[in-house]
C-alpha cells in the first residue's frame, strides 16, 4: 500500500467511518507512511460529497474540466464574445453539479443545506477558472470546499489531501490535472519561444472579467434558488389553506353532529318521561 492508495480508500468511505478507516490504514502502513495516514484531515460535509461524486459521476466533471479549459482559452485570447456565448452552458453546468451533490446526498441519508449548495457551486466556479483546482475537485481529495475570489489563484492551502499527488480519477477529464508523460522536457521548453510579457490592463481586464463571471454565477443560483424557494411557499400557503378549510368544514360538521345529538337526548327524555 502507498499513499495514493490509502488516499483513495481513506476519501472514498462514508464520513462516519473516516477516523476508523483511518486509523486502521495508518496501523496496516505503519512507519513514515503510517503517520503521514494519521495526518490526513477529515474533509467537510461538503468536500466529502464532492468527493463522492468524483468517484460516481466523473464523467459530469470531465464535462466542468472541458468547459474550464474552453473558458481559459477564450479569456487568455479576449475572446468576450466566447465567454459570453459560454455563460449559459457554465451556469446550467454548474445547476447540474449541485442537483448532482444533492442526489448523492439523498442517498447517505443526508440533506444538502443551502450553505452546502452554496459551497458546491463555488467549487465549480472555481474549477472553472483555475486549472489547479479543476484538478483538485476531479481528484476526489478535496477536504473543503473552493472559493475564487475573481483575483490570482485559487487558494488551495489545506484544501486538498497529499496535494503533491493531485490526479484524476478515472473516467475524469484527461486534461483537467498533469498526470504520467505530461511534463515538458527542458529541450522542449528551450524550443519554445518565450512569451511577451502581458500588459497590466490586459492582466487586470482579465481578472475583472473573471471576477464578473464569479459573481454572476452566484447570483444566478441564488435567483435559482430563491425561485424553488418561493414556489415551496406557494405551496406550503396551499396546504395551508386546504387545512383550514378542512377545519372550518369539520368545525361546521362537529356543530350539526353536536345540535343533532341534542335533540336526540331531548327527545329521548320525552319518551321516557311517557312511559
Given at each position: 500500500?502507498?499513499?495514493?492508495?490509502?488516499?483513495?480508500?481513506?476519501?472514498?468511505?462514508?464520513?462516519?467511518?473516516f477516523v476508523a478507516v483511518r486509523t486502521r490504514l495508518a496501523k496496516e502502513a505503519g512507519g513514515d507512511l503510517g503517520r503521514e495516514i494519521k495526518a490526513l484531515r477529515k474533509p467537510t460535509v461538503t468536500a466529502w460529497l464532492l468527493n463522492l461524486l468524483a468517484r460516481r459521476s466523473p464523467k459530469l466533471l470531465a464535462e466542468v474540466g472541458e468547459l474550464g479549459e474552453r473558458m481559459?482559452?477564450?479569456?487568455?485570447?479576449?475572446?468576450?464574445?466566447?465567454?459570453?456565448?459560454?455563460?449559459?452552458?457554465?451556469?446550467?453546468?454548474?445547476?447540474?453539479?449541485?442537483?448532482?451533490?444533492?442526489?448523492?446526498?439523498?442517498?447517505?441519508?443526508?440533506?444538502?443545506?443551502?450553505?452546502?449548495?452554496?459551497?458546491?457551486?463555488?467549487?465549480?466556479?472555481?474549477?472553472?477558472?483555475?486549472?489547479?483546482?479543476?484538478?483538485?475537485?476531479?481528484?476526489?481529495?478535496?477536504?473543503?470546499?473552493?472559493?475564487?475570489?475573481?483575483?490570482?489563484?485559487?487558494?488551495?492551502?489545506?484544501?486538498?489531501?497529499?496535494?503533491?499527488?493531485?490526479?484524476?480519477?478515472?473516467?475524469?477529464?484527461?486534461?483537467?490535472?498533469?498526470?504520467?508523460?505530461?511534463?515538458?522536457?527542458?529541450?522542449?521548453?528551450?524550443?519554445?519561444?518565450?512569451?511577451?510579457?502581458?500588459?497590466?490592463?490586459?492582466?487586470?481586464?482579465?481578472?475583472?472579467?473573471?471576477?464578473?463571471?464569479?459573481?454572476?454565477?452566484?447570483?444566478?443560483?441564488?435567483?435559482?434558488?430563491?425561485?424553488?424557494?418561493?414556489?415551496?411557499?406557494?405551496?406550503?400557503?396551499?396546504?395551508?389553506?386546504?387545512?383550514?378549510?378542512?377545519?372550518?368544514?369539520?368545525?361546521?360538521?362537529?356543530?350539526?353532529?353536536?345540535?343533532?345529538?341534542?335533540?336526540?337526548?331531548?327527545?329521548?327524555?320525552?319518551?321516557?318521561?311517557?312511559?
Open positions: 500500500m502507498d499513499l495514493d492508495e490509502a488516499v483513495g480508500e481513506l476519501y472514498g468511505a462514508g464520513l462516519g467511518d481559459r482559452s477564450a479569456q487568455g485570447e479576449g475572446d468576450a464574445a466566447a465567454l459570453r456565448d459560454a455563460r449559459p452552458e457554465r451556469d446550467a453546468l454548474v445547476r447540474r453539479v449541485v442537483a448532482a451533490a444533492r442526489e448523492v446526498a439523498k442517498g447517505e441519508d443526508r440533506q444538502l443545506s443551502p450553505a452546502g449548495e452554496d459551497e458546491v457551486a463555488a467549487t465549480v466556479v472555481a474549477a472553472l477558472a483555475d486549472e489547479t483546482s479543476q484538478a483538485a475537485l476531479a481528484s476526489g481529495m478535496l477536504v473543503r470546499a473552493l472559493r475564487y475570489s475573481g483575483f490570482g489563484e485559487v487558494d488551495l492551502d489545506d484544501a486538498v489531501a497529499a496535494r503533491a499527488r493531485l490526479r484524476v480519477l478515472p473516467g475524469g477529464a484527461a486534461g483537467a490535472g498533469r498526470g504520467e508523460g505530461d511534463e515538458t522536457t527542458e529541450a522542449e521548453q528551450a524550443q519554445e519561444p518565450p512569451e511577451p510579457p502581458e500588459p497590466p490592463e490586459a492582466a487586470e481586464l482579465r481578472e475583472t472579467e473573471l471576477r464578473l463571471q464569479t459573481v454572476e454565477a452566484e447570483v444566478d443560483l441564488a435567483t435559482s434558488q430563491l425561485a424553488e424557494a418561493e414556489e415551496a411557499l406557494a405551496q406550503a400557503r396551499e396546504a395551508v389553506a386546504r387545512a383550514r378549510e378542512r377545519l372550518r368544514t369539520q368545525s361546521t360538521e362537529r356543530e350539526r353532529l353536536t345540535k343533532e345529538a341534542t335533540r336526540l337526548r331531548r327527545a329521548c327524555a320525552r319518551a321516557a318521561r311517557r312511559q
